[in-house]
């Protein structure tokens, strides 16, 4: 399954989900390369970070900032578990072409009304993209929630009912967050036995059961 992390608004991690996805998998026993379609770089950096600290990589890390990643990804799926890309803010040709390589695309969000309504360019390039691809799987992923934040139940209430739905896994906000994107470390694994690796697991189970 190729998995695309997309948002066109930055800030809303979708690198930090990424990774978690990527190394969740990776955990597992699969074969999940990480494609960075983002021209920052992000992941990249966090791969470079590690290897440069003499860390074990778990995955791979691909940089692929161009529009014919609608082309190459789908063949590199062809020898893996899992695909996870990490799309571009703003870069409209790149997105296209993250949706169209894409099985299921997740759109990560801060619950928050000022994100609901930022995302409408999103939903128009899903809704593009289905053209093509009538099969493509979206989904919102509410990341950034605080503990029993009333905005945060609301804003899975109001994409109940609506395409694309929110999925039922949340990301709490954590320091635990910045420290491992600042260590070059995966999240969970500074959290093993507790309730952040135990969300993670719950966000990658209920991703992985998109799969067409």
């Known amino acids: 399954m190729i998995v695309a992390l997309l948002n066109q608004k930055g800030g809303v991690g ?5 990774l978690c ?3 969740h998998w990776a955990r597992q026993g699969n ?3 990480l494609i960075d379609a983002d021209p920052q770089g992000s ?3 966090w791969s470079e970070q590690r290897a440069r ?9 691909i940089g692929l900032a161009r529009d014919s990643l609608h082309r190459e990804a789908p063949q590199l799926a062809r020898h893996v578990d899992h695909v996870v890309i990490d799309g571009p803010p703003r870069v409209a040709a790149l997105l ?7 099985d299921a695309v997740l759109v990560p969000a801060q619950p928050s ?12 390039l899903i809704g593009e993209a289905r053209v093509f691809q009538p099969a493509l799987v979206a989904r919102f992923v509410l990341k950034r929630c605080a503990a029993r934040a009333i905005i945060a139940r609301d804003t899975a209430q109001s994409l109940a009912d609506r395409d694309p739905p929110a999925l039922a896994s ?3 906000q954590r320091v635990i967050f910045a420290d491992a994107a600042r260590t070059s470390q995966l999240v969970f694994k500074q959290n093993s036995s507790g309730a952040v690796a135990r969300e993670i697991a719950a966000f990658a189970a209920e991703t992985e059961k998109l799969a067409p």
């Open 96 to 102: 296209r072409s993250a949706l169209l390589a894409a």
């Open 31 to 33: 074969y999940v390369p």
């Open 170 to 172: 949340r990301i709490r």
């Open 21 to 23: 996805l990527a190394g």
């Open 113 to 124: 009304p000022f994100d609901r309504c930022g995302t409408a360019e999103m939903l128009s």
């Open 53 to 61: 600290r003499r860390l074990e990589r778990p995955f791979g890390v």
């Open 43 to 45: 992941a990249l950096d």
């Open 14 to 18: 979708k690198t930090t989900l990424v």
